[in-house]
């Protein structure tokens, strides 16, 4: 018998001895899970950018020759058994980097008495140039030639000073912005809505309307706007008593929580020397709004029972007036109204300029036609705004307040004539001819909207009687 291969037999002894069966076979399960997950694993496509794996350690294996058959075979792969622990991490998603906005220089001026356009944009460091660019090159910047004290200009200027936005501020509620768009400006026109209120105020004269309604806190503007309602009724300035009384619902505004101003006179009741006056306002479908008694007849007459703001009135109607300059008895035929120099005088009523000039005893005058049977006359002017043969209508300024010609000071001297008569121009307005009334189609659309005002007036002034302890309607 031929002796074995010793190098045979030398290996065999060799890789038995170094790696025994429990090795292999714990190495062999190592392999098939990782044959189990690559199976499992996504397509390299679809792998994301980055893949962790840890592996826990297998765990110690027997001997084989003392293991059951059956626990030779390697268990499934449990996730839950964290025999692979696989972490997936996503990039985050870029965001896109915005270019930054360009910074502005913001300079204000408010218009004063004489500037121009061209002045306030000088005052911002620009030339006449750029108003050039910005008036010609945007047709809505034409506005801004007639830019009014009070008035606010802002001007935005980037880096370089150029002009790239403009802003003008007339008030609080209204603004037109020019934005620089290529070579051209495009205008925005900014209306702010405000909040409306109702105010109510009332208050018994003892010295004159003016006192007792500035005694309640009512702004001027609104005194004067009271006085316009009923002024075709009642002479402010000669006709009131002590005790006379007005009651007074009207608007106010705000903006933001704060009070900006008020509105319109919603309704209004007027006490004098017993005699009751009501006005409401009423809004028409067309949009114009008017005043008219509760009923629906127009409070507006033919004409103005007084053509000026008036304060107080130097003179009356007298035929045996002793003359302040000639100390003679002349006829004053008219009213004189004294105010400031420069307060506006209207038109008393719808007609045309038939004489516009100066005299020596008149002044700088106005004589108006009004139909075929009444003319007006106003003296004594500083200025006038109208010419010869111009058209005019009820409340057009005229002209201003002055003490030209035979005039001891500031002063309007108002003549009003019927069929060419001198008549005293306090008591003939009342004889003639009203506006038009409320007709019967428009009366229900009326009634709706102004009773609800009437009543609030009634309401407001039944809490104030009832909060002065007294519930007698006559305050006489």
Same mark, same amino acid.
């Given at each position: 018998m031929q002796a074995p291969d010793k190098h045979q037999v030398k290996t065999s002894e060799v890789t038995n001895s170094s790696f025994p069966k429990g090795h292999i076979l714990a190495a062999g399960a190592l392999a098939l899970g990782l044959i189990a997950w690559a199976a499992s694993s996504p397509s390299k496509q679809s792998h994301p950018d980055t893949v962790a794996i840890n592996l826990t350690p297998a765990p110690s294996v027997e001997r084989a020759d003392i293991l059951p058959k059956s626990e030779l075979n390697p268990a499934p792969l449990n996730t839950e058994a964290n025999v692979l622990d696989i972490a997936l991490a996503e990039k985050p998603s870029a965001k896109p980097v915005e270019p930054a906005m360009p910074t502005l220089e913001q300079r204000s001026f408010t218009v004063r008495s004489g500037d121009s356009l061209s002045t306030i944009f000088k005052r911002a460091g620009l030339s006449d140039r750029d108003v050039y660019e910005l008036t010609h090159s945007c047709p809505e910047a034409k506005s801004l030639t007639r830019i009014m004290p009070g008035h606010k200009i802002v001007f935005y200027l980037d880096e370089a000073g150029a002009l790239q936005k403009l802003s003008h501020i007339t008030d609080r509620l209204n603004s037109t912005h020019f934005e620089k768009s290529e070579a051209s400006y495009v205008s925005i026109k900014e209306i702010k809505q405000p909040e409306v209120r109702t105010a109510y105020k009332e208050a018994t004269i003892s010295s004159s309307l003016y006192m007792a309604a500035v005694g309640v806190s009512m702004p001027e503007s609104l005194i004067m706007e009271m006085a316009n309602v009923f002024g075709w009724d009642i002479d402010f300035a000669l006709d009131l008593r002590k005790g006379d009384h007005f009651s007074v619902l009207y608007e106010e505004k705000f903006l933001d929580g704060e009070k900006i101003g008020h509105g319109a006179i919603l309704a209004a009741e007027f006490t004098n020397q017993g005699d009751k006056f009501k006005a409401v306002r009423y809004t028409h479908a067309n949009g114009e709004a008017h005043y008219y008694t509760p009923n629906g007849e127009s409070m507006r007459k033919a004409f103005l029972l007084a053509p000026v703001d008036f304060r107080r009135i130097s003179g009356n109607f007298n035929p045996k007036r002793l003359h302040p300059i000639f100390?003679?008895? *002349?006829?004053?035929? %008219?009213?004189? !109204?004294?105010?400031?120099?420069?307060?506006?005088?209207?038109?008393?009523?719808? %007609?045309?300029?038939?004489?516009? %000039? !100066?005299?020596?005893?008149?002044?700088? !005058?106005? @004589?108006?036609?009004?139909?075929?049977?009444?003319?007006?006359?106003? =003296?004594?002017?500083?200025? *006038?705004?109208?010419?010869?043969?111009?058209?005019?209508?009820?409340?057009?300024?005229?002209?201003?307040?002055?003490?030209?010609?035979?005039?001891?000071?500031?002063?309007?001297?108002?003549?009003? =004539? =019927?069929? %060419?008569?001198?008549?005293?121009?306090?008591?003939?307005?009342?004889?003639?001819?009203?506006?038009?009334?409320?007709?019967?189609?428009?009366?229900?659309? @009326?009634?709706?909207?102004?009773?609800?005002?009437?009543?609030?007036?009634e309401q407001r002034f039944n809490a104030s009687r009832l909060a002065m302890g007294t519930t007698d309607r006559n305050i006489n």
């Open positions: 100390k003679t008895v *002349r006829p004053h035929r %008219g009213t004189d !109204y004294a105010a400031n120099r420069g307060t506006p005088v209207w038109a008393s009523g719808d %007609g045309r300029v038939t004489a516009a %000039g !100066y005299s020596k005893a008149n002044g700088n !005058y106005v @004589f108006i036609q009004h139909g075929n049977n009444v003319v007006t006359k106003y =003296l004594h002017l500083h200025k *006038r705004f109208v010419k010869k043969g111009q058209r005019v209508k009820q409340k057009q300024s005229i002209g201003t307040v002055g003490s030209t010609g035979y005039a001891t000071g500031p002063h309007l001297h108002y003549e009003f =004539l =019927l069929d %060419g008569v001198h008549r005293n121009p306090r008591t003939i307005v009342q004889k003639l001819p009203k506006a038009k009334s409320i007709n019967d189609g428009e009366m229900q659309d @009326f009634l709706s909207q102004t009773q609800p005002l009437m009543a609030s007036l």
